[in-house]
């Protein structure tokens, strides 16, 4: 195939216009996030094991893994978190704009899971009540998962097995 001066011209022309507006360039330079293998991370740095060493066996364990490394983990951890709660966020923005009857089983669930904890807790805490108003916000769960997990004494183990059930 041959190409003309003309299609040549338009490509340099288009390149020009993308390095000259900055927004068009970051759609071409997109990588969709990688998967986070949680799994994977767990069993690499031994986290299920590491609460119950000893102080020596903790500092032994810390001297032997390579810090870079774990830098670079906790960052991919955290953008791809930042990115799902980006897009959770607009997924539900757009929802309740558009079709806020798909949001209902999401705050009944939502609502169960904080009355089911609330039951189990109860006892312990004594009877503060979640606020029904606060429980069926449309925005946000009133409590983040880590919270949700600690309240109902989950080991790490039967967390991964209880999420990846569901």
Request: glycine share 4%; net charge positive.
């Amino acid at each position: 195939m041959s190409t003309s001066g003309h299609s040549l011209k338009t490509d340099t022309q288009s390149r020009r216009s993308v390095k000259s507006h900055p927004s068009k360039l970051h759609v071409f330079e997109y990588a969709a996030p990688q998967d986070l293998d949680v799994v994977a991370i767990i069993y690499k740095y031994y986290l299920e094991d590491f609460r119950n060493f000893t102080e020596e066996e903790r500092q032994l364990r810390l001297s032997s893994l390579d810090a870079i490394d774990m830098l670079h983990t906790i960052e991919q951890v955290h953008n791809d978190v930042a990115t799902l709660r980006l897009e959770n966020h607009i997924m539900v923005e757009f929802l309740e704009k558009n079709d806020p009857k798909l949001l209902l089983g999401l705050r009944q669930r939502r609502t169960s899971i904080l009355r089911k904890l609330q039951t189990k807790r109860g006892s312990a805490q004594g009877s503060h009540g979640i606020n029904s108003r606060h429980s069926s916000s449309k925005r946000s769960i009133p409590m983040s998962v880590n919270q949700l997990v600690s309240i109902s004494g989950i080991s790490a183990p039967e967390k991964r097995r209880e999420w990846t059930t569901n």
